[in-house]
């Protein structure tokens, strides 16, 4: 690694370091810092499939909300699957959502996630449409209505199948415009072969895709 190179990776550091800084005392929330999976209680047999906690910087998950092809955000539940602290329910929770759901599979995040919930507050707003679950996202059961689904890396491809289809038989059962974020994408192959899922747009750090027609402004 080059001088240069060492240079850039410090200077990012530092600037995410004080973006989530920023982020947590404008929101009134604890939302920062990497956590091991022992640190979040994952027992011994579970640890396979699952990825430690680190939260996304809040201007890319903005920037992938913003790609999502929704004309009106109110109609749709939002859902942040491996929803750790809350940090991306929170900046879903600056949009008009009708509901932000989290599903967290660590008991020990979810109640920091609770935490936060009751101390959230942004330009008026408070934690009052914010609803974290402390779930297996293997047995979570998507809500009806549109929907806009969020993952950034939570499990590994095996979970992720399950997951995908268990929102696949939702589908057949009661198709719905849904849209699926991926941040830093691992498993568009993946989304891309649920029955009626299509690519909308993809950069490398969020990838989106969509089932069903989009909902129509009246």
């Known amino acids: 690694m080059t001088w240069r190179d060492r240079w850039f990776h410090l200077k990012r550091r ?13 929101h009134h929330v604890h939302t920062s810092g990497d956590v091991s999976l022992r640190n979040a209680g994952i027992a011994t047999g579970e640890e396979a499939d699952s990825e430690l906690y680190v939260p996304a910087r809040p201007k890319h998950i903005r920037e992938a909300l913003h790609a999502s092809p929704i004309p009106d ?6 859902v942040d699957i491996g929803s750790g602290k809350g940090r991306t329910l929170f ?41 974290p679950l402390h779930q297996n996202a293997m047995e979570f059961r998507f809500p009806d209505g549109p929907l806009v689904l969020y993952l950034f890396n939570p499990f590994g491809a095996a979970t992720m199948q399950v997951v995908l289809n268990r929102l696949n038989e939702s589908l057949q059962r009661d198709p719905r415009h849904t849209v699926m974020v991926l941040l830093w994408p691992r498993c568009g192959e ?10 909308v747009c993809g950069t490398q750090r969020h990838e989106i895709f969509q089932a069903y027609a989009p909902m129509r402004q009246s």
């Open 14 to 26: 530092v600037c995410e370091f004080f973006e989530d800084q920023w982020f947590d005392r404008t």
């Open 190 to 199: 993946q989304v891309a072969r649920v029955r009626g899922m299509q690519r």
């Open 73 to 78: 955000a109110s109609p749709y539940t939002f």
């Open 91 to 131: 900046v879903a929770a600056e949009l008009p959502f009708r509901r932000v759901v989290g599903v967290e599979f660590s008991a020990r995040l979810h109640e920091q996630a609770c935490r936060n919930v009751q101390t959230f507050r942004f330009r008026g707003k408070d934690g009052s449409r914010v609803e």
